[in-house]
């Protein structure tokens, strides 16, 4: 316990000093604002570039403008995630920082809980801040049928729970290597793959991006299917930060 508020504080400092904060929300709330007006104003810049008739197509309702936003959510996303937290425990082990902690009798378990739980609730909070956000643009700025928040909030969940498996996978890739942009590149290539794979029949029902694909039907998403992607997505960040414990008690810290 005492490993594990040390360095959950330690998160903290760090993520201020290093502005990985301010990087994580401008990928996630600067653009729920950002993007209805973009959406917004896209027709006035194109009017003069299309022709008439194609301009119906640049008309948006709030559920367009709000499936917009969650495609730059999944897509720009693991970009900001992965890339801001790529070095979360290389960098730890290329710099030698975990000499002194363990010289200390700091514990594996507590390190990397501490940086799990600190990221997840910190993506957490961003995400549905981002969705709140941007639900009141999209509603303020388009006309036709109102986004509800509560279905809103229920989309950003599934997203945080897709981005916490996406945390914890990164968290075992980088305690195998020095160079967390090995570590990132993996991560970043995996989740760019997932939809391919999610064609495969019989394997989309045991991705976690099938969180995604449910967080973009909005009110119209599948709570069985909803149910069985969060449980078996929360088991795989479970497995992933067991396994990154065991490999976090045989590194070389030297």
Request: glycine share 6%.
């Amino acid at each position: 316990m005492r490993t594990f508020k040390a360095y959950f504080k330690k998160e903290i400092i760090e993520s201020w000093r290093q502005y990985r904060y301010l990087v994580l929300a401008v990928g996630f709330i600067f653009f729920a604002i950002a993007d209805p007006l973009m959406l917004k104003i896209l027709p006035t810049i194109l009017k003069n570039q299309i022709p008439a008739e194609m301009m119906q197509f640049m008309q948006f309702d709030p559920v367009q403008a709000v499936a917009n936003y969650m495609k730059d959510i999944y897509q720009l996303g693991n970009l900001f995630v992965i890339l801001s937290l790529m070095g979360i425990i290389s960098d730890e082990i290329g710099q030698e920082k975990l000499v002194f902690p363990y010289s200390k009798g700091s514990k594996s378990e507590g390190i990397v809980l501490a940086k799990s739980i600190h990221y997840s609730l910190t993506l957490l909070f961003l995400i549905l801040v981002g969705f709140i956000l941007n639900t009141y643009y999209v509603n303020l700025l388009f006309e036709g049928v109102i986004v509800g928040y509560a279905d809103t909030l229920r989309s950003g969940l599934l997203f945080a729970i897709y981005y916490i498996f996406t945390i914890s996978l990164l968290l075992l890739f980088s305690s195998f290597t020095r160079k967390g942009l090995v570590a990132g590149m993996i991560v970043l290539l995996f989740n760019y793959i997932e939809p391919v794979l999610y064609n495969i029949k019989g394997l989309a029902d045991w991705l976690p991006y099938n969180l995604v694909r449910q967080a973009n039907m909005l009110g119209d998403l599948n709570m069985s299917i909803a149910w069985k992607s969060i449980l078996t997505t929360l088991l795989y960040a479970i497995i992933l930060q067991a396994l990154t414990i065991w490999r976090m008690k045989r590194v070389e810290v030297i």
